[in-house]
C-alpha cells in the first residue's frame, strides 16, 4: 500500500509493486531503488517508510507504531542505514 501511495509523486516506483506469487515480493523494489541515485533512492526509502508508518498508525495507533518501528525509525534517522546482500 504504500509504494501504491508514493507512486504519484515517484512515478520510478510503479515497477516496485510486490509480487504476491514470488519467494521475493521486495524484489522489484530493490531493483526500483538501486536503479536510482543514492540520494534519490535515500529519500523516496524515507517517504516510503514514512507512508508506512502513517498507515500502520492509523490502524493501531502512533505509540505503538512507533514502538514496533523504533529500531527502523532511528536507523534512517541518524543515518546509519547499512545495506545487506541477501
Not at 40 to 50: G, K
Request: hydrophobic share 45%; proline share 6%.
Amino acid at each position: 500500500r504504500s509504494i501504491y501511495l508514493v507512486r504519484v509523486d515517484l512515478p520510478w516506483l510503479a515497477s516496485a509493486a510486490p509480487e504476491q506469487a514470488s519467494d521475493d515480493p521486495y524484489r522489484g523494489l530493490r531493483e526500483a531503488l538501486s536503479a536510482q541515485p543514492g540520494s534519490i533512492a535515500t529519500a523516496a526509502n524515507a517517504v516510503l517508510l514514512q507512508n508506512f508508518f502513517n498507515l500502520l498508525a492509523s490502524l493501531i495507533g502512533e505509540p505503538l507504531s512507533g514502538r514496533l518501528l523504533s529500531a527502523v525509525l532511528d536507523t534512517t534517522a541518524s543515518g546509519d542505514a547499512q545495506e545487506t546482500e541477501t
